[in-house]
């Protein structure tokens, strides 16, 4: 199903119209819709689409050699049946094809080949900068594993370092997006949905799985996929990241499964993990920089470069539910003891959500219009004082409070009160504004009158978030 890349379409049709050859690589998560974009791309143009499967070269040949006999014979002489003994001479063979007319070449899960043929891509890169100039070829190399492709494409020290023309990380779905394509093929209540995008996150693979499995209950839903005896989620923590991080997997797990715990310092996951803390901090550093699976977050006052105050959290809303409530319970999972699992995952859901949440109202914050354009949105602490929403520039500041409940106005005066008392706290000057966001918030219009940004569910979910707010 394809759905909403039209700027990532946009780029690439822009690409392949220009004349000569172009090296582009897309690289993103696994599910995030790499493969669907790069056929989109494909349709109605000359093209071979190559998957590179784990597999011996040769019978990577015959495939390869069925598809270029599919798409590629009207335009070769009767006579002439290309028959290829090696990678190299299918890659040499497509180049000098090009000569003659544009053609697009997708090699899909491209990192494949350090696995297939680890000197292959000596040789292409060789054949590439030797015939490029003469031919008319788009080059597509998609990949799956983040790490491994940076390492391919970026590292000095490999073969096609420097070659790539074009660079496209495909990301998930935001929010927003993800809400719009989730209905395109069913109904989701605003409730549920929240529920569901914090553990499923904006992968396309992955929201695709309501269309079977969601029936008007987000957490029936959740036990089916991910706990369930036949969960088809259950495992792809595993399929997904034990080849990406090697052998040392065990410990990257680790330090993933503490920090979607809540030890986000890197104290707090030495000692959770048991793994010295200068190793940690060699992890982390992996985790954040390299395979991009962690994030750094610093106080929203704080320099980034200077600070000390630094809490890790996981960027992905899936690999973030996946090791706080399937990993973390893999042995009850092993055991089949579904009731213990159950129980962690009712007890300790709605705590998990409020801080999805959070994040979500903090990346509303940062779209509309507050009255002012902050340098900064973020969350702030300090020695146990914590404010989930702080935005300012050099005059203004927003302090805001995010609530995964429903709200009286009684409850949220109440709010509003510790807030402002936390504000003074925060070493900000300027004029100071108050807000708030919960699911629902009775007395709403009252609060807004009285000068507080008052934000329900509601409001996030039917505003598009590239639009000046009503609510400033």
Do not use: C
């Not at 998560?29 to 791309?41: I, M, N, P, Q």
């Not at 790490?147 to 660079?167: Q, S, V």
């Not at 605003?190 to 499923?200: A, G, I």
């Amino acid at each position: 199903m394809f759905y909403d890349r039209e700027r990532e379409l946009e780029k690439l049709n822009s690409v392949h119209s220009q004349p000569g050859s172009t090296f582009v690589v897309i690289y993103g998560r696994r599910r995030v819709g790499k493969t669907a974009l790069a056929r989109e791309f494909l349709r109605g143009k000359l093209g071979l689409y190559f998957f590179v499967g784990e597999k011996d070269e040769a019978l990577l040949l015959e495939e390869f050699q069925e598809e270029v006999e599919k798409n590629l014979s009207g335009y070769l002489p009767g006579y002439l049946k290309p028959r290829f003994s090696t990678l190299e001479e299918l890659f040499e063979f497509i180049l000098d094809f090009s000569r003659e007319r544009k053609i697009v070449v997708v090699f899909d899960e491209f990192q494949n080949f350090r696995f297939v043929k680890p000197s292959f891509l000596s040789s292409l890169q060789k054949l590439w900068d030797l015939k490029k100039d003469d031919s008319n070829l788009t080059l597509l190399a998609v990949g799956s594993y983040v790490g491994m492709m940076k390492r391919i494409f970026m590292d000095r020290k490999e073969p096609l370092f420097g070659r790539a023309d074009e660079f496209m990380k495909l990301k998930p779905f935001d929010f927003w997006k993800a809400y719009g394509f989730v209905r395109e093929f069913t109904e989701v209540s605003p409730r549920d949905f929240v529920e569901l995008y914090s553990t499923l996150g904006g992968m396309p693979r992955y929201l695709l799985y309501l269309k079977r499995y969601y029936s008007d209950n987000a957490r029936k839903t959740l036990n089916e996929l991910f706990f369930d005896e036949f969960a088809p989620l259950k495992e792809e923590g595993f399929n997904v990241l034990k080849l990406e991080f090697g052998r040392y997997y065990r410990s990257y797990f680790s330090i993933l499964e503490a920090v979607s715990l809540g030890y986000v310092t890197p104290k707090e996951i030495s000692d959770r993990t048991g793994l010295k803390i200068l190793t940690v901090g060699k992890y982390l550093s992996e985790l954040t920089n390299h395979y991009e699976y962690l994030m750094r977050e610093v106080p929203a006052t704080e320099n980034p470069k200077k600070t000390r105050k630094v809490a890790y959290s996981l960027r992905d809303e899936f690999f973030n539910f996946w090791f706080r409530f399937v990993y973390h319970n893999y042995q009850h999972i092993e055991e089949g003891d579904f009731e213990a699992i159950i129980d962690d995952f009712e007890r300790k859901f709605p705590a998990f959500v409020g801080r999805e949440y959070e994040k979500i109202v903090r990346e509303f914050v940062r779209q509309i219009n507050l009255g002012f354009k902050p340098l900064r949105v973020g969350r702030w602490w300090h020695k146990g004082e914590e404010i989930d929403v702080v935005a300012y520039d050099r005059k203004n500041a927003l302090f805001m409070e995010v609530k995964w409940k429903d709200l009286t106005k009684k409850d949220a005066l109440k709010i509003l009160k510790d807030l402002q008392r936390k504000s003074n706290i925060v070493p900000l000057r300027g004029e100071k504004k108050y807000g708030i966001a919960a699911r629902s918030i009775k007395g709403k219009e009252e609060l807004r009158e009285e000068g507080f940004l008052v934000v329900e569910l509601e409001d996030i979910l039917n505003q598009s978030p590239l639009s000046p707010s009503p609510l400033s």
